[in-house]
């Protein structure tokens, strides 16, 4: 048995009083702490998040225990499934031995349950397929999915802008691909107020568009366009929808996956009222694999990671990001990271044991551990803990047994996957790719004589336009283009303005 100042003190700085999630069981010597709680307050889980540690130690389960139980408190999840085991979401787990004896330990019920889970895809293999639009991800995020430097970054920026001003809708790579063939041909010279934009660039760009089309870039960016809204659904019974990204099929694009799940938190915050501190959060985000997001990111797209995090807590959305080790993340963004879950760090080599001392030093002290000594020595499924108090305040560093997930620890079958898919009111919307009129076709309509000058089916399309056409052809207009250029692009270049008339509506997931 821990000594009991050990075991007050702890339960002392976890004494706090309302809604919250169970993180574990303080462990100290080998020796739980049973009576005592180490517990993450849900009014705080807008205050954004780190889950970190070495391969293999157990920060999936610790996803998968922290996504149960805001689901069970009626918060929906967002989750990145690298490795599909975060599928097992959806099966109910099984009462074996193992999970018994944990949860034994760390004194909680057995109580296998599976949770609703929504099952969304890039490429639309394993998942209702989730697109963007070109025009809405923007020129800084496109640039670095389609891994480009700085001359073709501005060149790239120059084509966004080009399109704002003429009204040309960028929709999916094909737009992308004949704007650029358009401004190296005919409309060249349209371009010196801007800059102009170079041949050989140009077909640099052209190059990494087909590239990424070919690996399956392709698939994602077009319409129905993913609305934020989609993800903060609760099902019959009052339980927060899980939905998880699956990107099995996208580990050789980690550029991609990673700057989509940027472009959707900025799509969070442009889309979401203001609504201050909540008694809990409006959806909870896990941002795996989050080393990805900022290997070799330059300033200005770290600052606008930066703002968009500062930003989005007062939407009422928490961000957790999951990555190996603290370093992962810049020190501005790990500032605002007070929640932490902090796995064993292994340590081999000399830079490995500077890593390992940076991160302790990212803790606060503690009067019971020795916080480099210990990261070394926890085993798998333990974490040092620290979190905020509802006054704001962080907790005592504590080294914590995790209790076990009970729903599946392994990934859903492919046919349980696509059972799910299959009933799911989002894969009715967004299953079938729409192909309305954008840039590509107004550019080969312009060159083409035979579709000038009106005539009878164009004086039908005028006689009973659409509120989208009206509201297209309003934009088109010279005081609409102002409009445009002085509201479409916020953070990340993001569009600000739909480009589309698209409806509001709220789902349950059954």
């Keep these: 048995m821990p000594d009991r100042d050990f075991a007050a003190e702890i339960a002392g700085g976890y004494a706090f009083q309302g809604p919250s999630l169970l993180v574990g069981a303080p462990l100290r010597d080998g020796v739980v702490a049973a009576e005592a709680r180490v517990r993450v307050p849900l009014s705080m889980l807008n205050r954004h998040g780190l889950v970190s540690g070495a391969t293999g130690t157990g920060k999936t389960k610790t996803l998968q225990v922290l996504a149960e139980q805001l689901s069970e408190a009626g918060v929906p999840v967002f989750l990145a499934d690298v490795k599909g085991d975060l599928s097992g979401l959806a099966a109910s787990g099984t009462a074996d031995p193992k999970v018994v004896q944990r949860a034994g330990l760390v004194g909680v019920p057995v109580a296998p349950a599976a949770r609703p889970v929504e099952f969304l895809s890039l490429t639309g293999t394993r998942g209702t397929p989730v697109r963007a639009t070109v025009s809405s991800f923007g020129p800084l995020l496109l640039a670095r999915a389609l891994g480009l430097n700085e001359t073709q970054k501005a060149a790239l920026a120059i084509c966004f802008r080009y399109c704002d001003d003429k009204g040309l809708l ?223 305040t962080p907790t005592p560093v504590v080294a914590t047994l995790l209790p076990p997930p009970m729903s599946r620890m392994g990934p859903a079958t492919p046919e349980e996957v696509d059972a799910i898919v299959r009933r799911s009111p989002l894969h009715a919307e967004y299953a079938e790719a729409v192909d309305r009129e954008s840039a590509r076709e107004k550019l080969e309509g312009a060159s083409d004589p035979a579709s000038r000058g009106g005539g009878a089916k164009a004086s039908e399309d005028e006689e009973a336009p659409t509120l989208g056409e009206r509201l297209g052809k309003a934009m088109d207009s010279p005081a609409g283009r102002t409009l445009q250029r002085e509201l479409v692009r916020g953070i990340f270049g993001v569009l600000g303005i739909r480009t589309a008339a698209r409806r509001r509506r709220r789902r349950s997931l059954f």
């Excluded at 934020?228 to 099902?235: G, N, S, Y």
């Excluded at 340590?347 to 000594?373: H, V």
């Design 170 to 392: 960028l929709l999916d790579l094909s737009d992308l691909r004949a704007v650029l063939l358009h401004l190296t041909g005919p409309a060249a010279e349209e371009l010196k107020p801007y800059g102009g934009l170079a041949k050989a660039t140009a077909g640099v760009l052209l190059r990494n568009v087909t590239e990424l089309e070919q690996q399956g870039g392709g698939a994602f960016f077009g319409e129905p366009e993913l609305e934020a809204e989609d993800l903060l659904r609760v099902d019959a019974a009052g339980k927060g929808v899980i939905s998880v990204l699956e990107l099995g099929d996208m580990q050789d694009r980690p550029d991609l996956f990673s700057t989509f799940l940027m472009w959707l938190l900025a799509t969070l915050y442009r889309d979401l009222p203001e609504v201050g501190d909540l008694e809990k959060p409006k959806l909870v985000f896990f941002f795996d694999e989050a080393h990805l997001l900022f290997n070799e990111a330059s300033k200005e797209f770290r600052e606008h990671v930066e703002q968009v995090v500062r930003l989005i807590r007062s939407k009422g959305v928490g961000v957790f990001f999951v990555t190996h080790s603290p370093r992962d993340v810049p020190a501005d963004i790990l500032a605002q990271l007070g929640n932490r879950v902090q796995h064993a760090l292994r340590a081999f080599t000399p830079a490995d044991e500077k890593a390992l001392r940076a991160a302790a030093n990212t803790f606060p002290r503690s009067e019971f551990y020795d916080i480099p000594e210990t990261l070394k020595t926890l085993g798998v499924g333990e974490a040092l803990v620290t979190v905020l108090s509802p006054r704001g």
